[in-house]
């Protein structure tokens, strides 16, 4: 099974205006994932997340249960290479168009959508597969037609601009499966259908 999954805010952002890696997740951007950290944090400022909301940590806990995540470039790159640590519980694999020298060791970079899911699949077994962003590698796997389930965290912040998940560009028609929310997200999962 390849679960997708992201945060957005309520007007449809999965980052803030001017992102880019040394920004992180842009102007605000970091008020999406509030829900992660159990409060306010930046970049700067790092929370422990020890103050999670129940419903937010169980969400947290079933991110981990990927057998491996495919992420984009950007998302790895705006994150700060997550200081060179694997932040998931599951091997990473990087989706990019350039791999360099400088890239720290721990992340498996590939530079195909099709390339990175088999290799995904070969480590994952029978373990799901976590497609984690950003939005254009989600809608990557989504036109591939890959994709069985839709994770949307909304943050209820409105970014006013940013970066969309949906360019126009995807139709699905989905099946609720699960709605769960804390006082800093709503989490909704969709079956895709076929």
Not at 33 to 45: D, I, K, L, S
Not at 97 to 116: C, K, M, Q, W
Request: charged fraction near 20%; proline fraction near 6%; charge should be negative.
């Amino acid at each position: 099974m390849i679960h997708a999954g992201i945060t957005t805010s309520l007007d449809g952002f999965v980052a803030g205006p001017n992102w880019a890696p040394g920004r992180g997740l842009g102007d605000g951007g970091e008020r999406l994932h509030y829900w992660v950290f159990g409060g306010p944090w930046t970049y700067e400022n790092p929370s422990s997340g020890s103050d999670l909301h129940p419903v937010d940590a169980q969400v947290i806990a079933e991110m981990s249960e990927a057998g491996a995540t495919i992420v984009g470039r950007g998302m790895f790159d705006a994150g700060g290479q997550w200081g060179g640590e694997n932040p998931f519980g599951s091997p990473l694999f990087v989706l990019t168009n350039r791999i360099t020298d400088d890239l720290p060791s721990g992340f498996t970079y590939v530079t195909g959508a099709e390339e990175a899911l088999k290799r995904a699949r070969e480590t994952a077994g029978e373990r799901p597969i976590a497609i984690g962003g950003g939005p254009d590698v989600i809608r990557q796997y989504l036109r591939m037609g890959v994709v069985d389930r839709l994770a949307i965290t909304i943050a209820p912040v409105v970014l006013g601009g940013g970066t969309a998940l949906f360019d126009g560009t995807i139709q699905a028609d989905l099946t609720l499966v699960d709605c769960r929310h804390s006082p800093l997200a709503t989490h909704l999962t969709y079956d895709i259908k076929r």
